[in-house]
């Protein structure tokens, strides 16, 4: 998988943490993604369906096709408090794109796990 990240999407801890965390969302990291979220996370798919808890998100993770991601570009990621957002591009192997925009809430200001994640895809 090909990744692109604008330069500025790094400029904080919070932004990092973010980055990373979208990253292994895409590369099906259930591990990592696990490791960052809260223990009752709620995962909003707008217009889809919410997800509400860990195992829910890692039975999600796992029903993926994320073989089928060729590249993934990262154009902003912001953090302010206790909030933040990813925005980007997913590219698939059969020439299709998705852009996708991650809104979450961090279970504290000190920003180390996710308690909430709205997902935008269209």
């Known amino acids: 998988m090909e990744i692109k990240i604008l330069a500025d ?3 904080s ?5 973010l980055r990373d965390f979208s990253l292994a969302f895409a590369r099906g990291n259930v591990d990592e993604v696990l490791c960052r979220v809260s223990d009752d996370i709620v995962v909003t798919l707008v217009g889809e369906r919410e997800l509400r808890g860990r195992q829910a998100l890692a039975d999600y ?6 073989k089928r ?6 154009s902003h990621v912001l953090s302010h408090g206790r909030s933040g957002a990813v925005d980007g591009k997913i590219a698939l192997t059969d020439g ?11 279970s504290s200001a000190k920003g180390d796990r996710i308690s909430r994640i709205a997902v935008y895809v269209i």
């Open 69 to 74: 991601v060729s590249e993934i570009e990262i």
């Open 9 to 11: 999407c790094g400029n």
């Open 61 to 66: 993770l796992g029903s993926l096709p994320l």
């Open 13 to 17: 801890p919070k932004n990092l943490f």
């Open 96 to 106: 299709g794109q998705l852009a996708f925009s991650c809104v979450v809430d961090f």
